[in-house]
């Protein structure tokens, strides 16, 4: 298995991809195009997959937000190789070629659409600070990955994708990686 960039050329594996996310976000996902996907492939984006013996195993794509962060969007693992590092690699990979473009943050956004966490159902415009710091992982949401890798929840969007369903912002602060710390 190895880490490299997605090309536009590469169309078979940018099929590969929108079937990826549309099995691992339907709600959103779901009827992805070739036009969709040519988003992720922009000049200024990074798109890293993981591939072997020429099938995506995984994909993971970020686009500059500010002068120095970073949004991480998306990460997507086939389901059947998940549980292996795969994620883990991507994440890291996609951390060094932010930081070689001077990004000092990256940060991404893990909604609970489906109460998979303690801020899912609740009123996050009441006790804010007091319910993040109090987040349980009810059903596998994945902020719990993310914070093995370094990434801390900074803010939440309450009600972003409808009553009682948060976007949980996360970040992780990667100048670190460009001095080989």
Request: with cysteine; aromatic share 10%; glycine share 10%.
């Amino acid at each position: 298995m190895e880490i490299k960039s997605l090309k536009k050329e590469n169309i078979s594996i940018i099929r590969e991809l929108a079937a990826l996310l549309a099995e691992a976000f339907p709600h959103c996902y779901g009827d992805c195009t070739m036009e969709d996907m040519a988003e992720y492939l922009e000049e200024e984006r990074i798109a890293l997959m993981a591939v072997e013996d020429g099938h995506l195993l995984g994909f993971v794509g970020a686009m500059p937000q500010y002068d120095y962060a970073w949004e991480l969007h998306p990460l997507a693992v086939k389901k059947e190789y998940k549980h292996r590092g795969i994620g883990t690699m991507l994440v890291r990979a996609l951390e060094k070629e932010c930081a070689g473009r001077g990004a000092l943050t990256i940060y991404l956004g893990t909604d609970d659409e489906f109460g998979q966490t303690s801020l899912g159902g609740a009123d996050l415009f009441e006790d804010t600070y007091e319910k993040i710091q109090k987040i349980k992982n009810l059903k596998g949401h994945p902020f719990e990955f993310y914070e093995k890798l370094g990434y801390r929840i900074v803010g939440v969007i309450p009600d972003a994708n409808g009553e009682g369903k948060p976007d949980i912002f996360m970040a992780r602060r990667i100048r670190e990686i460009e001095k080989g710390k």
